[in-house]
């Protein structure tokens, strides 16, 4: 799964909970039952987890093109550079 899938699923979990949570609430209000609404959220946070956990191809339409390891090797890596910090006095 690429970065902008991951931002995908993240937003049709959180809508699809939403309406679960909502469609439960409504109907368990309605039928004044908290078993159904308790069994409709559950139902939701199933479908929610069947769309949104396994990698579908709709979450890698963006791949990340990664350096071969000996391309990698062609190209030096960055040298961490140490700072000194030393306070400058100030003359008033």
Known sequence: MDWQGQKLAEQLMQILL?????????????????RTMMLIYAGGVVLTT????????????HPLKW???????KHP???????????KSSKK
């Open 18 to 34: 939403l309406i679960a949570a909502v469609v439960a609430f409504v109907v368990g209000y309605a039928t004044a039952s908290f």
């Open 50 to 61: 069947l769309i949104t956990i396994p990698n579908w191809p709709c979450f890698n339409r």
């Open 67 to 73: 350096l071969d390891p000996s391309e990698a090797e």
């Open 77 to 87: 890596k960055p040298q961490v550079v140490a700072v000194s910090s030393k306070k």
